[in-house]
């Protein structure tokens, strides 16, 4: 399941997931670069050198990039441990060797912070954004969340049923 996506990026990715619980997408990923930024760190994954006070209070500074910066905090550090020590530091390893959607789906679910709608949005974007390839890929199934969240993707999203 290869997908051209970088580590780097990979871990904006799933960071920008934990963001987006009370924002939009694209302000989510402009967040996680302004947190490295307020860190002085160019990647994000090294976010793990801090402690969660710290953390948390970048992340409150004004303009503030999440109404929960604690809890916040707390998960993102989690997610890089947790990726660091499952993936050897690579979360690209959570897409490449799944075997299945619902091998995918039990892989993400395991991340802190990642409940069942994270899990199912995540791996929507991975597929129509990213176009991760899996055999046992449903177009409906995949087209229903993508109304269920409401994700605008790029280009033309598709028409909701009963309007053209």
């Known amino acids: 399941m290869l997908i051209k996506i970088t580590a780097k990026k990979s871990y904006i990715f799933l960071i920008s997931l934990i ?3 009370n924002q939009r997408a694209n302000m989510a990923k402009l967040n996680v670069l302004a947190l490295c930024d307020r860190l002085s760190i160019k990647n994000i994954k090294n976010i793990i050198n ?12 004004k303009p503030a990039l ?3 910066p604690r809890r916040t905090a707390q998960i993102i550090i989690n997610l890089v441990l947790y990726l660091r020590h499952n993936y050897d530091e ?30 199912e949005t ?4 991975l597929v129509k954004e990213y176009d991760l390839n899996v055999e046992d890929y449903n177009e409906s199934e995949i087209n229903r969340w ?3 969240l409401q994700i605008n993707l790029i280009g033309n999203p ?3 049923p009963g309007r053209q």
């Open 146 to 148: 993508c109304h269920r």
């Open 50 to 61: 801090f402690n969660v006070g710290y953390v948390a209070q970048k992340i409150a500074e």
């Open 122 to 125: 995540a791996i929507f974007l």
């Open 90 to 119: 690579d979360p690209r390893g959570l897409w490449e060797d799944a075997s299945s959607i619902a091998n995918l789906r039990e892989k993400i679910e395991k991340l802190p912070g990642f409940g069942h709608h994270m899990t």
């Open 158 to 160: 598709p028409a909701l």
């Open 19 to 21: 963001f987006a619980q």
């Open 66 to 68: 999440h109404r929960f």
